[in-house]
T-cell receptor, first 112, second 115 residues
Framework: NAGVTQTPKFQVLKTGQSMTLQCAQD?????MSWYRQDPGMGLRLIHY???????DQGEVPNGYNVSRSTTEDFPLRLLSAAPSQTSVYFC???????????FGPGTRLTVT | QQQVKQSPQSLIVQKGGISIINCAYE??????FPWYQQFPGKGPALLIA?????SEKKEGRFTISFNKSAKQFSLHIMDSQPGDSATYFC??????????????FGKGTKLSVKP
């Protein structure tokens, strides 16, 4: 099992560019989520999904879009990158909402 | 009411000492309290978790103490080692095993264990 995988590992964007962060899991987990981690701010939930075709907003959803067409994949789209979106992004999956979450290795994003 | 407040922000402990990290919550509906450990450049990983029907859970050198009346829980690391140097996050959720509530994370504690 690869667990939760994320690509790319590092990315630099210019303000206004768009991109998609990829996340995949091979544990057949129903619940998947995206967090951003900033110094002193902990892990803040961006969006989550409780199953294919179902997504919802977390604490900091503005500027991000998600979709869940399969159980395995949960991509995060940045619509028009801003410097405030410079962060480390983690994808996580879980058997169900509220259960133990398995985190991916993260994507470090810099927006200039 | 959804917040989990974690302290201290950073902690320096000598090798062999006891590291203590505290968390407090307001929502009495929370019923699952995990601790995550994160090494630099890695994603967080579950370290130990507790439910409110017990006051303490121990796994090796790691112990969670839970005080339901005070709405507080803490992580104790006995005989701290340099390899324990990491960032630790407490978290809480409600409806464990059900359909309610995402995990709410504290802001993290950066632990440094000096040799």
């Amino acid at each position: 099992n690869a667990g939760v995988t994320q690509t790319p590992k590092f990315q630099v964007l210019k303000t206004g560019q768009s991109m998609t962060l990829q996340c995949a899991q091979d544990m057949n987990h129903e619940y998947m989520s995206w967090y951003r981690q900033d110094p002193g701010m902990g892990l803040r939930l961006i969006h989550y999904s409780v199953g294919a075709g179902i997504t919802d907003q977390g604490e900091v959803p503005n500027g991000y879009n998600v979709s869940r067409s399969t159980t395995e994949d949960f991509p995060l789209r940045l619509l028009s990158a801003a410097p405030s979106q410079t962060s480390v992004y983690f994808c996580a999956s879980s058997f169900a909402r509220g259960y133990e979450q398995y985190f991916g290795p993260g994507t470090r994003l810099t927006v200039t | 009411q959804q917040q989990v407040k974690q302290s201290p922000q950073s902690l320096i402990v000598q090798k062999g000492g006891i590291s203590i990290i505290n968390c407090a919550y307001e929502n009495t509906a929370f019923d699952y309290f995990p601790w995550y450990q994160q090494f630099p450049g890695k994603g967080p990983a579950l370290l130990i978790a507790i439910r409110p029907d017990v006051s303490e859970k121990k796994e090796g050198r790691f112990t969670i103490s839970f005080n339901k009346s005070a709405k507080q829980f803490s992580l104790h690391i006995m005989d701290s080692q340099p390899g324990d140097s990491a960032t630790y996050f407490c978290a809480a959720s409600m409806g464990y095993g059900g359909s309610q509530g995402n995990l709410i994370f504290g802001k993290g504690t950066k632990l440094s264990v000096k040799p």
